[in-house]
């Protein structure tokens, strides 16, 4: 006979939970039966504390192991009927051991918010349960059109990712749908797979993605310059996989649309290289780009929840203040925060100053959106007028251009066209000052020639 305590039996246990769901193979050999038995009734005897357990204590018959097996399973069903809050990752995370009170605790902030400044890890909530609807205002058309089916033919026929389609961005029917002077993509670069896993984001994820592709920078500037752009967002996911994080891929493909299309500005929403200054250099001082972006996403305090455990809060700020320090002096830097995350006001505000010390110049808030229920759920559905709010707070504190709406996400388009002015009136102004200085110098040249034939 097998001893339900074989070596070889599989089991479930909750984390710090003492009630246990277990199955043994009916042709397993019990070669530690005897060591597992004690400590398995043990456990067993702890399970039926449980306050949702009806069952019986096993015996040595078989027909009590089976009835008992019945009661606990309907015991479980009967819990989680009763118990509206309660779904796998729940369970999985220590419902089973759980108080009612301890229970209650795990629930959403939609429905218990927590005090201002107070955050744990039961604030970001995962599972299919308590799933907020989208409002109608978040709902966005089918997208469609000449335009939009050009761009989505360009880029397959040349094997190019974009974050519009990656991470689901509602805008993408009104950026691809517009004319050829309005159309516009935000092109993911080294691959389509990322290295990190952030709770929000629905790109792929892996710990080997493929190879970059070495042709990859030639073809994202031929589909750029066949598109006609005056401004181009360039992402790409996360490659710690590589020795320089892809950073010298990244500024190929910059110089290399610049080469085809001299007039394009060229927008670049960059890793964080991890910190690495040389890395960062790379992209950042590169004299082809005009727009250096990344993203902070969210509040100090909900960082290690919402974002990979190697992207930092303090990281991001540095990154951004290198960034400004060492690019052009026309660069323009860039960043964004996602609402409804279960940040809290002053947290927000905090966020806000500390980029402005650092000196970024364009920030965008968004609503986060949850892409699948694989992703961590929406704290709240920020009204419009909030979205307001925060436009006039960080117009206040000084930001250059701010975008704020629940549909604004880091490239949206809304704000290209006034980084456009910007940029081109930067350029300008570089321009006749380089005129001014070579018209001194040539001046100051032709007075010292004249003084000399006198």
Not at 60 to 77: E, Q, V, Y
Not at 229 to 258: N, Q
Not at 330 to 336: A, F, G, N, P, V
Not at 359 to 374: A, E, H, I, L, S
Request: one cysteine or more; proline letters at 5%; hydrophobic letters at 35%.
């Amino acid at each position: 006979m097998f001893a339900r305590g074989s070596a070889s039996s599989s089991r479930l246990t909750a984390r710090g939970s003492s009630s246990i769901v277990s199955y043994t193979c009916p042709c397993a050999p019990s070669s530690s039966a005897a060591a597992l038995v004690g400590s398995r009734r043990g456990l067993a005897s702890e399970a039926t504390q449980h306050p949702n357990y009806n069952g019986e204590s096993s015996s040595n018959d078989g027909s009590s192991k089976k009835a008992s097996s019945s009661t606990r399973i309907a015991a479980f069903r009967q819990a989680v009927a009763e118990n509206t809050h309660l779904d796998l990752d729940a369970f999985a995370t220590g419902y089973a051991s759980s108080s009612p009170s301890q229970a209650e605790s795990s629930r959403s902030p939609i429905d218990s918010p927590a005090p201002s400044g107070a955050h744990s890890p039961s604030m970001v909530q995962f599972g299919r349960e308590n799933h907020v609807r989208l409002p109608s205002h978040l709902r966005t058309p089918i997208p469609r059109g000449q335009s939009y089916t050009r761009i989505k033919q360009d880029l397959r026929g040349l094997k190019l990712a974009t974050v519009c389609e990656e991470a689901k961005c509602p805008n993408i029917g009104e950026c691809w749908g517009g004319g050829k002077e309005k159309a516009t993509a935000t092109i993911m670069i080294m691959g389509d797979t990322c290295t990190r896993a952030c709770r929000f984001c629905s790109v792929k994820t892996s710990r080997a993605p493929a190879a970059l592709d070495p042709h990859e920078p030639a073809n994202t500037a031929e589909a750029i310059a066949r598109w006609g752009l005056g401004y181009i967002v360039l992402t790409s996911v996360d490659r710690d996989d590589v020795a320089d994080g892809g950073s010298s891929h990244i500024a190929e493909t910059i110089s290399e649309i610049k080469k085809r299309s001299p007039r394009i500005l060229v927008e670049c929403l960059s890793p964080d290289f991890c910190g690495v200054k040389e890395d960062v250099a790379r992209v950042a001082g590169n004299p082809d780009l005009d727009v250096f972006a990344h993203n902070i996403e969210t509040v100090e305090a909900l960082t290690p929840m919402v974002r990979d455990r190697r992207a930092k809060y303090r990281q991001t700020l540095e990154v951004l203040r290198y960034a400004k320090e060492i690019g052009k002096r026309s660069l323009i830097t860039k960043t964004s925060i996602m609402l409804g995350c279960g940040e809290a006001d002053e947290e927000v505000l905090q966020t806000l100053k500390d980029l402005r010390s650092v000196g970024v110049d364009v920030v965008t808030f968004g609503q986060y959106m949850r892409p699948t229920t694989r992703h961590m759920k929406v704290a709240e559905y920020v009204a419009p007028a909030k979205f307001e709010h925060w436009q006039t707070v960080a117009e206040s504190l000084g930001f250059l251009y701010v975008a704020s709406g629940p549909l604004v996400r880091s490239s949206y388009k809304a704000g290209e066209y006034f980084i456009k002015n910007v940029l081109e009136g930067r350029r300008a102004a570089e321009a006749r000052q380089a005129g001014l200085a070579t018209g001194t110098v040539l001046g100051d040249s032709a007075q010292q020639v004249a003084a000399q034939r006198s």
